[in-house]
């Protein structure tokens, strides 16, 4: 059973298209996280939501959208693909506050490649 | 503002050979964690360990041990005799301790290739 599961894996498409990617987590976990891995193999939050409520959002375009429909999904939309949004994006989740300690180890999807054209 | 350096952007050894990745960290918390993850070239993240600011004890497990060194922020890791399967992206992190914010500020990563 995959823990913390990402569709698709590979995201090929064109500039100016809307595109998301989802995430599903099956560890009771109440934190999940969007992290992007740029072309130099960098890793950088974006967003962070507890409970479905958004905790970190870092300097991110407003193309981009977060949606959590309940604590196990934490889905990515982008609008207005650019050919800057290529990357490998991942998902996380680990215990929120107020779950056993400790804490704070996330585990991590498996990442969607997107290719933007 | 928390950061993480890891300075070794690439390293190649020779199998069996014994290898260190250094990582230092900055932070004005007194309560954080460390963590070391693992990317193989499949491109998933691994974690391997996390460690808190109050233990100091280094820690062994099988071929890999730590080291962790508040008095030079370090927490460096070290795998013995190396193999093959060793190879990959090897990340350190850093995220506080308090509050809702668990993010993890993440180094540069060390390439490590183990050759035959």
């Known amino acids: 059973d995959t823990a913390v599961s990402q569709t698709p894996k590979y995201l090929v498409t064109q500039m100016g298209n809307d595109k998301s990617i989802k995430c599903e987590q099956n560890?009771?976990?109440?934190?999940m996280y969007w992290y992007k891995q740029d072309s130099k193999k960098f890793l950088k939050i974006m967003f962070s939501y507890n409970n479905k409520e958004l905790i970190i959002n870092e300097t991110v375009p407003n193309r981009f959208s977060p949606k959590s429909p309940d604590k196990a999904h934490l889905n990515l939309h982008i609008n207005s693909l650019e050919l800057g949004d290529s990357a490998v994006y991942f998902c996380?989740?680990?215990?929120?506050?107020?779950?056993?300690?400790?804490?704070?180890?996330?585990?991590f999807g498996a990442g969607t490649r997107l290719s933007v054209l | 503002a928390q950061k993480v350096t890891q300075a070794q952007t690439e390293i190649s050894v020779v199998e069996k050979e014994d290898v260190t990745l250094d990582c230092v960290y900055e932070?004005?918390?007194?309560?954080?964690?460390l963590f070391w993850y693992k990317q193989p070239p499949s491109g998933e993240l691994v974690f391997l360990i996390r460690?808190?600011?109050?233990?100091?004890q280094n820690e062994i497990s099988g071929r890999y041990s730590w080291n962790f060194q508040k008095s030079t922020s370090s927490f460096n890791f070290t795998i013995t005799a190396s193999q093959v399967v060793d190879s990959a992206v090897y990340f350190c992190?850093?995220?506080?301790?308090?509050?809702?914010?668990?993010?993890?500020?993440f180094g540069s990563g060390t390439q490590l290739t183990v050759l035959p």
């Open positions: 992190a850093l995220s506080d301790g308090s509050g809702s914010a668990r993010q993890l500020t």
């Open positions: 560890l009771g976990h109440d934190t």
């Open positions: 460690r808190n600011s109050f233990d100091e």
């Open positions: 932070t004005r918390d007194t309560t954080y964690y």
């Open positions: 996380a989740s680990s215990e929120g506050p107020g779950q056993s300690l400790p804490a704070n180890i996330q585990y």
